[in-house]
């Protein structure tokens, strides 16, 4: 089992930045690749990005790319999503999961098994 707790959102203007941090239970957590998505009112979650096993490799929505960065501290059981030059269209309730496989390419939701509550960010034009 792995718990997942997301943090980190708020209101924020057009052009500023936030950084989420998902915070995991379980000693699986080093095991697991980790992904972020989100979803806005009225839309499917998306995929914002992923990182591997041992923070190695990492993947990002084309939308998110150069702006968005994801990292974690294996030590700490915790992944980070820092996010600069956030635009009005990345408000959504922003999720992470972990996906204890690892085997795939990690931007389904289908891959991933474990999931936290969400974080809402908001930001404003």
């Known amino acids: 089992q792995v718990q997942l707790v997301e943090s980190g959102g708020g209101l924020v203007q057009a052009g500023g930045s936030l950084r989420l941090s998902c915070a995991a239970s379980?000693?699986?957590?080093?095991?697991?690749?980790m992904g972020w998505f989100r979803q806005a009112p009225g839309k499917e979650r998306e995929f914002v990005a992923r990182?591997?096993?041992?923070?190695?490799?990492?993947r990002y929505a084309d939308s998110v790319k150069g702006r968005f960065t994801i990292s974690r501290e294996n030590a700490r059981n915790t992944v980070y999503l820092q996010m600069n030059s956030l635009k009005p269209e990345d408000t959504a309730i922003y999720y992470c999961?972990?996906?204890?496989?690892?085997?795939?390419?990690?931007?389904?939701?289908?891959?991933?098994?474990?999931w936290g509550q969400g974080t809402q960010v908001t930001v404003s034009s």
């Open positions: 999961a972990a996906d204890v496989r690892a085997g795939g390419v990690g931007v389904s939701s289908d891959e991933y098994d474990y």
């Open positions: 379980g000693r699986t957590f080093s095991n697991a690749a």
């Open positions: 990182i591997s096993r041992f923070g190695v490799a990492t």
